[in-house]
């Protein structure tokens, strides 16, 4: 898929997965590129893949079979594009090295669509500014004067973060075999692999 032209200024919602297993171990952060006019409709497809879990995000761990193709489904009749940074290796106890593999890299890719800034779900106050100091420093490896942050949000308040949490659990899934998921998804995404040097 060819980056589109002319579009500055677009933002992205990214989640993450990942897998410790010696030299098989695999890192995913999954960036959601949706644009200004069909935000609102992106948030209440996703609002309506919650099913059960009414009051809670729709989140892919939480969800059986039948839910993960409906999600999977929906995330692909959205108007939006999906960039998957696949890190590997991921010893245990190196998740966080390879996140910051990925994330240098997938700033890279998403500034090629136009991306400046980034939404990532909030984890721990020590760790949103591990992520911060990366995309700092992933910045100083784009042209001179380029526009490109990252802000932490709450997983629970922000909708569109879930279509990444669905794209990542769809990626990780195929990264385990089973592939009919990331099937549905797979005209929708640009993923790319990144050595995590671990």
């Known amino acids: 898929m060819i980056p589109p032209a002319g579009h500055p200024g677009l933002s992205a919602w990214s989640d993450e997965s990942f897998q410790e297993k010696d030299s098989a171990g695999f890192y995913i952060i999954a960036a959601a590129i949706i644009e200004p006019p069909v935000r609102d409709a992106a948030r209440e497809a996703m609002l309506a893949q919650r099913g059960r879990r ?8 939480e969800m059986d079979h039948r839910e993960k193709k409906r999600a ?11 960039v998957v940074a696949v890190g590997s290796p991921v010893p245990f106890r190196k998740q966080e090295r390879a996140r910051s593999k990925c994330l240098t890299q997938l700033v890279t890719q998403l500034h090629a669509f136009g991306v400046e800034c980034l939404f990532m779900e909030a984890r721990e106050p020590q760790l949103n500014q591990r992520d911060i100091r990366t995309v700092q420093s992933a910045r100083f490896g784009l042209p001179k004067g380029t526009a490109f942050r990252i802000e932490h949000v709450y997983g629970g308040a922000e909708p569109l973060l879930w279509v990444a949490d669905v794209v990542a659990g769809a990626c990780r899934a195929h990264q385990l075999g089973r ?11 640009v993923d790319f692999e990144v050595d995590t040097d671990c």
């Not at 009414?54 to 761990?61: E, I, R, S």
């Not at 999977?72 to 999906?82: C, F, K, Q, T």
Request: glycine share 6%.
């Open 54 to 61: 009414a009051t809670a995000k729709a989140h892919w761990t």
């Open 72 to 82: 999977a489904r929906a995330v692909a009749e959205l108007d939006g594009v999906h």
């Open 179 to 189: 592939g009919e998921y990331w099937a549905e998804l797979v005209d929708v995404v």
